[in-house]
C-alpha cells in the first residue's frame, strides 16, 4: 500500500492550494480517508475526514467553511481543497486511509493505518 501526496507549496495568506492524494495497493471505495496536519512540536491534527465511498464528510472547526475534502474513486485519488489559507495552515500535510468499518471518530489519526509521505503548505 501506497500513498503518495502532492500539491504542496508556498502562498501568500488568502490564497488556496489543492492536495492530491493518490493510492495504490487499495481501493479508495473501501477505505475512509483523511487528511490530517502537523507543525513542528505538535501531534498530528486531524483536518478532514470522509467517510467510506465518499460519504459524510467532517472537518476541523478551523478550517469549516474553507477547505474542502473530495474523493475520485476512479482515479483513487483524495483531495483537500484549501482556500483563504492563512499562517497559522502552515503545516506538514498527510493524507491517510482506514479500512470501513473501523470504530472511533474519523478525525482522530490514531484510527488510520496507513499514511503518506506528506507535503509541505507553507502560508505567508
Known amino acids: 500500500v501506497q500513498l503518495v501526496e502532492s500539491g504542496g507549496g508556498s502562498v501568500r495568506a488568502g490564497g488556496s492550494l489543492r492536495l492530491s492524494c493518490s493510492g495504490s495497493?487499495?481501493?479508495?471505495?473501501?477505505?475512509?480517508l483523511g487528511w490530517f496536519r502537523q507543525t513542528p512540536g505538535n501531534e498530528r491534527g486531524g483536518v478532514a475526514a470522509?467517510?467510506?465511498?465518499?460519504?459524510?464528510?467532517h472537518y476541523a472547526d478551523s478550517v469549516e467553511g474553507r477547505f474542502t475534502i473530495s474523493q475520485d474513486n476512479a482515479k483513487n485519488t483524495v483531495y483537500l481543497q484549501m482556500n483563504s489559507l492563512s499562517p497559522e495552515d502552515t503545516a506538514m500535510y498527510y493524507c491517510?486511509?482506514?479500512?470501513?468499518?473501523?470504530?472511533?471518530?474519523?478525525?482522530?489519526?490514531?484510527?488510520?493505518?496507513?499514511w503518506g509521505q506528506g507535503t509541505q503548505v507553507t502560508v505567508s
Open positions: 470522509i467517510y467510506t465511498g465518499g460519504g459524510i464528510a
Open positions: 491517510a486511509a482506514r479500512p470501513e468499518g473501523t470504530m472511533g471518530w474519523v478525525l482522530d489519526s490514531s484510527k488510520y493505518h496507513y
Open positions: 495497493g487499495l481501493d479508495y471505495s473501501r477505505y475512509s
